[in-house]
Nanobody
Framework: QVQLVESGGGLVQPGGSLRLSCAASGSFFNINYMGWYRQAPGEERKWVAS???????NYVDFVKGRFTISRDSVKNTVYLQMNSLKPEDTAVYYCYADYSGRRWWGQGTQVTVSS
């Protein structure tokens, strides 16, 4: 079992920054892949970024250069540093973890970019 709890969302002005956190808890040994999706109103959930236990990272094109994913394996926490935020980044951001043959999801955290 893996429980994921996100935090750090909120309202920010265009050009601002936010840092999302996702803490994993439960009965697991080593989670290989963790990452983030986002879902804007009326749209499908879209993959944003991922990171492995070896700190190999991948990003979708529309966040490259602005978002940075990182993880603290001791704390079982993954972070998403979001800079130069745009109104189109407004969405619910979901953390995920791939473990034991399935994908586990957090409950989501709202990010709103607006002046």
């Amino acid at each position: 079992q893996v429980q994921l709890v996100e935090s750090g969302g909120g309202l920010v002005q265009p050009g601002g920054s936010l840092r999302l956190s996702c803490a994993a808890s439960g009965s697991f040994f080593n989670i290989n892949y963790m990452g983030w999706y986002r879902q804007a109103p009326g749209e499908e959930r879209k993959w944003v970024a991922s990171i492995t236990t070896n700190d190999r990272t991948n990003y979708v094109d529309f966040v490259k250069g602005r978002f940075t994913i990182s993880r603290d394996s001791v704390k079982n926490t993954v972070y998403l540093q979001m800079n130069s935020l745009k109104p189109e980044d407004t969405a619910v951001y979901y953390c995920y973890a791939d473990y034991s043959g399935r994908r586990w999801w957090g409950q989501g955290t709202q990010v709103t970019v607006s002046s």
